[in-house]
């Protein structure tokens, strides 16, 4: 047996019994970008037992400077993210199982993935699918530990259903609600401090160590010095609609579930079918060189660009329209091209 784990079991908190408990865990991480390729990385080398990580975009050039799970052949060929992801975990510890999922994180396959993890984690880039992953979480007891970062500042916070206030309940107190997009830049160091925090009070879950999670919402700027811990235990609302005594679970409602979005800091629009089914990209792009333009494919997207957009059409029938934010525009390319 090799001493792999050697320097982590000689800590206190974990030793044997506890690396022992989180070789038998599983996590699912929503997004393998920034936040999502250090948690996943981190997590697969302190010897997780089962790692699923789903996303819904392919690697480009500017996410190099920081997703550190990637190289400049993954940009090259548009590789999809998740596949990215784990062929480098699969490389950096091969006894960790690894799921990759590409794919948009709807209420269905939320649902349906967080029934089978010990923990999610938050490395998403919108407030639509956090919404959901909080009233998944409530749903079905599963622990979820948020982060987000933008420029040198970043937050976190730790939610244990029945214990603490959900995401619902800080929403209307704390302001967090401006992190969604990454227009104004991003600097490495902002999210190896998010993910610090994250993955420290994930291996506090992983080992059943729940006494000592830090009960705070965490928010700093490097940039500025600037570092603060808030006391939230007393926002937890009766009355909340995910956590509360009558809870609805509203975000996992069919009518909460948008079918466009203008994805973060991008001119791009995802659009996606309205029933699920797999596309012949093999098929489409015999469709599309017929009609001239650009057409380049790989095992899980095709890529067509034509006068001054590109459409990248995923195998589960998702497309992004690059080259507009209007979703009006998006929907007459899809239209026009895609039938």
Not at 140 to 156: D, N
Not at 262 to 283: F, N
């Amino acid at each position: 047996m090799n001493d792999r784990y050697s320097r982590q079991e000689l800590f206190a908190p974990i030793g044997e019994s506890g690396q022992q408990k989180i070789s038998a865990k599983h996590a699912f991480i929503v997004g393998a970008g920034a936040l999502g390729t250090t948690n996943a990385e981190a997590l697969v080398r302190a010897g997780i037992g089962k790692l699923t990580i789903v996303d819904r975009d392919y690697v480009e050039w500017s996410n190099l400077q920081r997703q550190q799970l990637y190289a400049e052949d993954d940009a090259k060929n548009r590789t999809p993210k998740a596949i990215a992801a784990k062929k480098r975990l699969k490389a950096i510890n091969s006894t960790v199982t690894v799921e990759a999922i590409v794919a948009d994180a709807s209420v269905f396959e939320l649902e349906e993935w967080a029934k089978q993890a010990n923990l999610m984690i938050d490395a998403t880039d919108n407030f639509e699918t956090r919404m959901m992953m909080n009233d998944v979480s409530q749903k079905y007891s599963v622990p979820w530990i948020y982060g987000a970062c933008v420029g040198s500042y970043g937050i976190t916070y730790t939610i244990i259903p029945e214990k603490t206030p959900c995401f619902s309940c800080l929403l209307e107190t704390v302001p967090i609600g401006g992190l969604t997009c990454d227009t104004a830049g991003i600097i490495g160091p902002a999210v190896q401090m998010v993910t610090a925090h994250q993955i420290s009070e994930a291996l506090k879950i992983l080992v059943d160590d729940t006494a000592s999670l830090r009960n705070k919402l965490i928010s700093f700027d490097l940039w500025k010095n600037q570092y603060s811990a808030i006391k939230v235990d007393k926002m937890k609302k009766d009355d909340c609609l995910s956590c509360g005594n009558n809870r609805t679970y509203p975000h996992l409602s069919f009518e909460n579930q948008t079918k466009t979005a203008v994805l973060c800091g991008r001119d791009t629009v995802q659009i996606r079918p309205p029933a699920k089914g797999e596309q012949d990209l093999a098929k489409l792009e015999k469709v599309f060189l017929q009609q001239g333009g650009n057409v380049q494919r790989n095992p899980y997207l095709l890529s067509y660009s034509v006068d001054d957009h590109r459409l990248v059409i995923f195998k589960d029938g998702r497309v992004l329209v690059h080259g507009t934010k209007d979703i009006a525009e998006a929907k007459t390319l899809y239209h026009r091209y895609l039938g």
